[in-house]
């Protein structure tokens, strides 16, 4: 979609972004040992200063990895933040916009035995730095195979919401790697890890995945992903929210 560098000032109105992809690795890692993961952000990825009011942002896809093999080539994951990758250097500010429909899922074409770790995270949002949303819509976003956050990933910084609405967002289920049960994707509309601040806000109808089955008999063996709506492991304030109808995967908490 859009890269915006560091020191750079990106102001984005009235505008859709729909059906891109960041890059990625679609090979097998059959004949050498790298780990090559997708590339993050595949609407947008800001370095720098942004601003988007009144724009759609939709089924947009962060990069694929390259694939595992039998005989030893080791599997990356896919990129972070299928519709909007914010780092660490980055400033957001959006007013006014949909995030909905955008994912981490690479599709894999090729059998993964040995994969490193579980799949991108933030369906609609990573943000590593500083995320302001005003009156916005993050819906219907989702990651794959045991990634974390599906509608939003907050890993550092500061996350601050206010009369948004976070629905329908769901991780995706665990899924056997190296022969061992993976636990699915954690905080099925938000996964924090740092400061979040959440006022006048609706978290809604979102979802964590299941465990990945046996080898044997399709029982579920790794966990379920906590927090439905929100898994949290740093500093949360919620003021005149609205929290409901979320639910976990099987063996999953909250």
């Known amino acids: 979609g859009i890269y915006n560098g560091p020191g750079s000032n990106l102001e984005i109105r009235d505008c859709d972004f729909f059906g891109n992809s960041a890059g990625g690795y679609t090979g097998s890692g059959a004949h050498h040992s790298v780990t090559l993961n997708g590339s993050d952000g595949g609407g947008i990825?800001?370095?720098?200063?942004?601003?988007?009011?009144?724009?759609?942002?939709?089924?947009?896809?962060?990069?694929?990895?390259?694939?595992?093999?039998?005989?030893?080539?080791?599997?990356?994951?896919?990129?972070?933040?299928?519709?909007?990758?914010?780092?660490?250097?980055?400033?957001?500010l959006m007013t006014g916009s949909w995030i909905t429909g955008n994912n981490t899922d690479p599709?894999?074409?090729?059998?993964?035995?040995?994969?490193?770790?579980?799949?991108?995270?933030?369906?609609?949002?990573?943000?590593?730095?500083?995320?302001?949303?005003?009156?916005?819509?993050?819906?219907?976003?989702?990651?794959?195979?045991?990634?974390?956050?599906?509608?939003?990933?907050?890993?550092?910084?500061e996350l601050l919401l206010s009369k948004c609405t976070v629905s329908n967002n769901f991780t995706g289920d665990g899924y056997n790697r190296d022969y061992s049960q993976g636990d699915a994707g954690s905080g099925g509309g938000i996964y924090s890890m740092a400061y979040s601040r959440l006022v006048n806000c609706t978290v809604s109808g979102n979802y964590t995945g299941k465990g990945a089955d046996t080898w044997t008999n399709s029982v579920p063996n790794g966990y379920g992903g906590s927090g439905g709506g929100i898994y949290t492991l740093g500093e949360l304030h919620l003021q005149s929210c609205t929290i409901c109808r979320n639910r976990t995967g099987m063996g999953g908490q909250g």
């Open 107 to 157: 599709k894999r074409e090729i059998p993964d035995i040995h994969l490193t770790g579980v799949e991108g995270s933030g369906g609609g949002i990573y943000n590593a730095g500083y995320f302001t949303a005003n009156a916005c819509t993050i819906d219907s976003n989702f990651t794959a195979n045991g990634g974390n956050g599906g509608g939003i990933y907050h890993g550092s910084g």
């Open 45 to 92: 990825y800001n370095d720098g200063s942004l601003y988007i009011s009144q724009c759609i942002i939709s089924n947009n896809t962060s990069g694929p990895p390259n694939s595992g093999s039998h005989s030893g080539g080791q599997g990356g994951r896919s990129g972070h933040g299928g519709g909007i990758f914010n780092s660490e250097s980055g400033t957001a």
